[in-house]
T-cell receptor, first 112, second 108 residues
Framework: NAGVTQTPKFQVLKTGQSMTLQCAQD?????MYWYRQDPGMGLRLIYY???????DKGEVPNGYNVSRLNKREFSLRLESAAPSQTSVYFC???????????FGAGTRLSVL | GIQVEQSPPDLILQEGANSTLRCNFS?????LQWFHQNPWGQLINLFY???GTKQNGRLSATTVATERYSLLYISSSQTTDSGVYFC??????????FGRGTSLIVHP
C-alpha cells in the first residue's frame, strides 16, 4: 500500500520554465491538497480538491494551476516558474473534509 | 481565517525528559490534527483530536475545544522524537490551517 506518491522528488528549473508535479493516492480518498513549505512558515495551502471534479484556491494560489485528473490523481502546474516558488511541495489526501490527512514525501523544487 | 499559534517555537531536551507542546487557535474548530515532521521531511499524522484526550504509547494529546487549545505531551523523550511538530485545525470549510510548528531536538 503506497499511500500518497509524489513525483519527482527533486527538480531544478530556470526562471520561466514550466513543470507539473504529480500526485497519486491509492486510499480511495475523496479530498486532495497541495501545500508548500517554506522555512519558518509552516505549511500553506495552495489548492485543494474536495472531491473528484472540483478544485478550489487555498491561501497562496497565485502562479499555480491544478487538475484533478480522476479520483486518484491531483497535479500541480507551474506555468512560468519564478525564484519565489522555490520551496518544498507536499501533496496530501483525506477521506473527506478536514479529517485525517496523509502526506506524500514531498518535492524539493529550486527555481534559479 | 483561523489563526493558529504554537509554542514554544523551539525546544531542546535531554533523552528521557518530558515535554508539553501547545497549540492555540482563534475560532471554533471541528477538526484538529497533530503531525510530526521527521528530519528527512516526512509528515506523519500523530493524532486526529478535535476534542478530548487520546494516547498512543509515549505520546498523548488533549484538546479543550471550548477554550481553544490543544496540548501534545511527549514522555520519556527519545532521539527519534526530534523533528518539527505541527498542529493543523479546520472549521466548517475544507481548508486546514497549520501552525508554524515546534522544533524539537532531543540529545542523547
Amino acid at each position: 500500500n503506497a499511500g500518497v506518491t509524489q513525483t519527482p522528488k527533486f527538480q531544478v528549473l530556470k526562471t520561466g520554465q514550466s513543470m507539473t508535479l504529480q500526485c497519486a493516492q491509492d486510499m480511495n480518498h475523496n479530498s486532495m491538497y497541495w501545500y508548500r513549505q517554506d522555512p519558518g512558515m509552516g505549511l500553506r495551502l495552495i489548492y485543494y480538491s474536495a472531491s473528484e471534479g472540483t478544485t478550489d484556491k487555498g491561501e497562496v494560489p497565485n502562479g499555480y494551476n491544478v487538475s484533478r485528473l480522476n479520483k486518484r490523481e491531483f497535479s500541480l502546474r507551474l506555468e512560468s516558474a519564478a525564484p519565489s516558488q522555490t520551496s518544498v511541495y507536499f501533496c496530501a489526501s483525506s477521506a473527506g473534509g478536514v479529517n485525517i490527512q496523509y502526506f506524500g514525501a514531498g518535492t524539493r523544487l529550486s527555481v534559479l | 481565517g483561523i489563526q493558529v499559534e504554537q509554542s514554544p517555537p523551539d525546544l531542546i531536551l535531554q533523552e528521557g525528559a518530558n515535554s508539553t507542546l501547545r497549540c492555540n487557535f482563534s475560532d471554533s474548530v471541528n477538526n484538529l490534527q497533530w503531525f510530526h515532521q521527521n528530519p528527512w521531511g516526512q509528515l506523519i499524522n500523530l493524532f486526529y483530536i478535535p476534542s478530548g484526550t487520546k494516547q498512543n504509547g509515549r505520546l498523548s494529546a488533549t484538546t479543550v475545544a471550548t477554550e481553544r487549545y490543544s496540548l501534545l505531551y511527549i514522555s520519556s523523550s527519545q532521539t527519534t522524537d526530534s523533528g518539527v511538530y505541527f498542529c493543523a485545525v479546520g472549521g466548517g470549510s475544507y481548508i486546514p490551517t497549520f501552525g508554524r510548528g515546534t522544533s524539537l531536538i532531543v540529545h542523547p
